[in-house]
């Protein structure tokens, strides 16, 4: 049987090849039409009259449960070795990793960060590279001679009946994205950011719902996404204490913010996803001390809003499904 991680270890012996390639790759047309042939057209979501690689269930009220068992997974590291010499990562804490879903419980054990980024981010370099080389040839060639080098997602797959809803066979670290939103007329305003630049192309400058984060042991999705929140906007320093004593968090609760869970966005490249959800905040007090907050440095691009639909390649994945979800709350 061939290596799994071949591909990837092929790859990354030019990591700036494969770099531009893996961009090439994701703003290639063809992507959406492959994923569409190797999953079907339904998979991907459609808002706003665009169509966007991440698979985005309606689940309100889910919630998280811890699973009896701990599935392993093949991990060879490589691409985590990148992301720390690139600065795109540095620290390897515990996260919480997707077992398996259903339409009330999202079934999690534990793994560590760079797990998720050894096998479900090598599964998104592997094919975006992999595309982004094959599609540089310039002919129309046939799909078999890219699915030929994707080893490490033929792995995956052979593992897990749907890896929508299975994690099996890798670490399938789980996020949070929430959208926090204020009723304007008919519409909504939410909060969305720019990633800082990155030497990933495909991370850089992205769009994406603030905040967004990973989940973590021991935290429920509402503290995790709360505390990403005060972290991420309000200007709260990271630490491993509880938010409830925190003055923004008080701010949060005389305001009378509502907080739901709204459903699961899985990415289709790398075959891991968020939990997402929704903060409403219609107090307009809460709103006017923006100019007081502070984005840490991940979204250095700034606020921004986000109209009509954003091209694929733009935007974070989990963000375009957890506006989605959002919207289709409403």
Same mark, same amino acid.
């Given at each position: 049987?061939?290596?799994?991680?071949?591909?990837?270890?092929?790859?990354?012996? +030019?990591?700036? /090849?494969?770099?531009?390639?893996?961009?090439?790759?994701?703003?290639s047309p063809r992507l959406l039409e492959w994923l569409a042939g190797r999953y079907g057209p339904r998979r991907l979501l459609e808002w706003r009259g665009g169509r966007y690689p991440v698979v985005s269930v309606a689940l309100p009220g889910l919630a998280l449960r811890r699973s009896a068992r701990e599935n392993p997974f093949l991990?060879? @590291?490589?691409?985590?070795?990148?992301?720390? /010499? $690139?600065?795109?990562?540095?620290?390897?804490?515990?996260?919480?990793?997707?077992?398996?879903?259903?339409?009330?419980?999202?079934?999690?054990? &534990? =793994?560590?960060?760079?797990?998720?980024? +050894?096998?479900?981010?090598?599964?998104? $370099?592997?094919?975006? #590279?992999?595309?982004?080389? !094959?599609?540089? /040839?310039?002919? @129309? #060639? =046939? !799909?078999?001679?890219l699915e030929s080098k994707l080893l490490l997602r033929r792995h995956v797959e052979e593992r897990s009946a749907n890896p929508f809803q299975d994690g099996t066979g890798r670490a399938a670290g789980l996020g949070v994205s929430m959208v926090v939103r204020r009723r304007c007329g008919r519409g909504w305003r939410v909060l969305a950011? &720019? /990633?800082?630049?990155?030497?990933?192309?495909? *991370?850089?400058?992205?769009?994406?719902?603030?905040?967004?984060?990973?989940?973590?042991?021991?935290?429920?999705? *509402?503290?995790?996404?709360?505390?990403? %929140?005060?972290?991420?906007?309000?200007?709260?320093?990271?630490?491993? &204490?509880?938010?409830?004593?925190?003055?923004?968090? &008080? @701010?949060?609760? *005389?305001?009378?913010?509502?907080?739901?869970?709204?459903? %699961?966005?899985?990415?289709?490249?790398?075959?891991?996803?968020?939990? =997402?959800?929704?903060?409403?905040?219609?107090?307009?007090?809460? !709103?006017?001390?923006?100019?007081?907050? @502070?984005?840490?440095?991940?979204?250095?691009?700034?606020?921004?809003?986000?109209?009509?639909?954003?091209?694929? $390649?733009?935007?974070?994945?989990?963000?375009?499904?957890?506006?989605?979800?959002?919207?289709?709350?409403?």
């Amino acid at each position: 049987m061939p290596d799994p991680y071949s591909t990837v270890r092929a790859l990354l012996l +030019d990591p700036e /090849r494969s770099n531009f390639y893996a961009n090439r790759g994701l703003h290639s047309p063809r992507l959406l039409e492959w994923l569409a042939g190797r999953y079907g057209p339904r998979r991907l979501l459609e808002w706003r009259g665009g169509r966007y690689p991440v698979v985005s269930v309606a689940l309100p009220g889910l919630a998280l449960r811890r699973s009896a068992r701990e599935n392993p997974f093949l991990c060879e @590291r490589a691409l985590s070795a990148l992301y720390a /010499r $690139w600065g795109a990562a540095s620290f390897n804490g515990p996260v919480l990793r997707m077992m398996s879903a259903d339409s009330n419980h999202l079934t999690v054990s &534990r =793994c560590g960060y760079f797990d998720m980024l +050894d096998t479900c981010y090598a599964l998104e $370099w592997e094919l975006l #590279a992999s595309l982004g080389e !094959w599609c540089s /040839r310039g002919k @129309r #060639a =046939c !799909w078999g001679e890219l699915e030929s080098k994707l080893l490490l997602r033929r792995h995956v797959e052979e593992r897990s009946a749907n890896p929508f809803q299975d994690g099996t066979g890798r670490a399938a670290g789980l996020g949070v994205s929430m959208v926090v939103r204020r009723r304007c007329g008919r519409g909504w305003r939410v909060l969305a950011a &720019r /990633r800082a630049p990155s030497r990933i192309g495909i *991370r850089s400058k992205k769009l994406h719902v603030v905040p967004a984060g990973m989940l973590t042991p021991g935290k429920s999705i *509402r503290q995790s996404a709360l505390q990403e %929140l005060l972290e991420e906007v309000l200007g709260m320093e990271e630490h491993g &204490r509880g938010i409830s004593r925190e003055p923004e968090y &008080r @701010r949060l609760v *005389r305001a009378g913010a509502e907080f739901s869970v709204t459903g %699961l966005a899985i990415n289709m490249l790398s075959l891991c996803g968020d939990v =997402c959800a929704t903060l409403t905040v219609d107090d307009a007090c809460w !709103w006017a001390r923006q100019a007081q907050w @502070r984005l840490n440095h991940e979204h250095a691009g700034g606020l921004v809003e986000i109209n009509g639909a954003p091209p694929w $390649w733009d935007i974070v994945p989990q963000g375009a499904g957890a506006l989605a979800l959002a919207e289709a709350s409403s």
